[in-house]
């Protein structure tokens, strides 16, 4: 079954009342994960991903800097501890936007896509935020790559989100001006790879039983943490040279080294996570077999859905076999493709 995303109407939410900002703001997948982090949430390694068109959060901000405090709807509710939780981040970052300490924000956050889906809503949502604070901080004077260092603050893979269809974040020998700051859009992409999609099977829709903070945090003591680093940084390279070069094949055997050796480190954490369902693994191998015919290949985060990356070219024919396993095992599917990053709405 296709999971509908929700298409939300922008007017209901506009309004010309100057101290007002709509932005809106996708998820991505990472490619080469960033897995484990260090001091003021700077990557332990490189990652790029790729940019979502669809999965997106829309963010209305009322502002004012004569009284501070944050009030956070998401989807139309007051959220507590979601606002609490941008004001403590509000004073954390006075350092890179001085403003935001006086600053006083009415929010209303919706997604389009389903809360449960295991998209990365952290991501789009704090990229969403980080964007609109640039925006309602700048003054007419942009700064570069401020958005993605205070959408990184916020959460790490959102700093990837304003831009695209592929965003690099963390250094690296192969990318001249790559910082563990903030990232930056990939420029050397082929044509192959300019027109891919992300259909997402919605395994299982429960809560996940590791948060990422939790997740991350494990790694500081990983016995494999030094062999991650390395190999996260000689897949970032492969990758960028396939992503380059147009050799899908190459990319297609990194992607999936890369999500299952996420899964690996957590496996082998203390304590392990085993996040995949016997269905993730089913799906897998089904998906090994109808390779055999087309070119498709996948990639997992940190839960148990699989993300099937393929281009246009081969749409109707995975589209199809995904369909069949969904109605099959009566779960969901969400159809995304390859997106620009963040805008501003009104
Ligand atoms: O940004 P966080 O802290 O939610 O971490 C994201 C980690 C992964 O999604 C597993 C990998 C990535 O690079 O997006």
Not at 114 to 126: D, T, V
Not at 195 to 223: C, F, Q, R, T, W
Request: with cysteine; glycine share 4%; charged share 20%.
């Amino acid at each position: 079954m296709v999971q509908k995303l929700k298409s939300l109407k922008v007017n209901s939410i506009m309004s010309s009342s100057p101290n007002r900002i709509v932005v809106e703001s996708p998820s991505n997948i990472a490619f080469i994960k960033y897995w484990g982090k260090y001091g003021r949430q700077y990557p332990t390694n490189p990652s790029i991903s790729m940019t979502l068109k669809n999965c997106k959060t829309i963010m209305d901000l009322e502002y004012t800097f004569e009284k501070s405090g944050v009030e956070l709807f998401f989807e139309d509710e007051l959220n507590e501890k979601f606002s609490l939780r941008i004001e403590k981040y509000l004073c954390s970052i006075e350092d890179i936007l001085p403003e935001a300490k006086d600053l006083g924000l009415k929010i209303k956050s919706t997604n389009t896509f389903p809360h449960s889906a295991g998209i990365a809503s952290s991501a789009s949502a704090m990229s969403a935020l980080g964007f609109a604070l640039d925006k309602i901080c700048t003054e007419n004077k942009s700064i570069p790559h401020r958005a993605s260092q205070l959408a990184r603050l916020a959460s790490g893979s959102a700093s990837r989100s304003l831009m695209g269809p592929y965003a690099i974040w963390g250094e690296h020998d192969l990318i001249p001006g790559s910082s563990n700051d903030y990232a930056l859009e990939a420029t050397d992409i082929h044509e192959n790879f300019l027109n891919m999609n992300d259909s997402i099977l919605l395994i299982d829709k429960g809560e996940k039983s590791v948060s990422s903070s939790a997740g991350h945090a494990l790694m500081n003591s990983h016995p494999y943490k030094e062999a991650r680093v390395s190999q996260a940084n000689e897949n970032f390279r492969v990758m960028m040279n396939a992503l380059a070069t147009g050799d899908y094949d190459s990319f297609g055997n990194v992607l999936e080294n890369e999500a299952l050796s996420l899964h690996a480190l957590m496996l082998t954490s203390d304590p392990s996570y085993i996040l995949l369902k016997p269905l993730s693994l089913e799906f897998i191998q089904r998906l090994k077999f109808f390779r055999k015919e087309m070119p498709v290949y996948f990639t997992i985060d940190a839960g148990p859905n699989i993300h099937v990356i393929y281009p246009d070219s081969i749409k109707d024919a995975v589209v199809e076999f995904i369909e069949a396993f969904t109605k099959e095992h009566k779960i969901d599917a969400i159809h995304d493709s390859i997106g620009t990053g963040a805008k501003v709405l009104s």
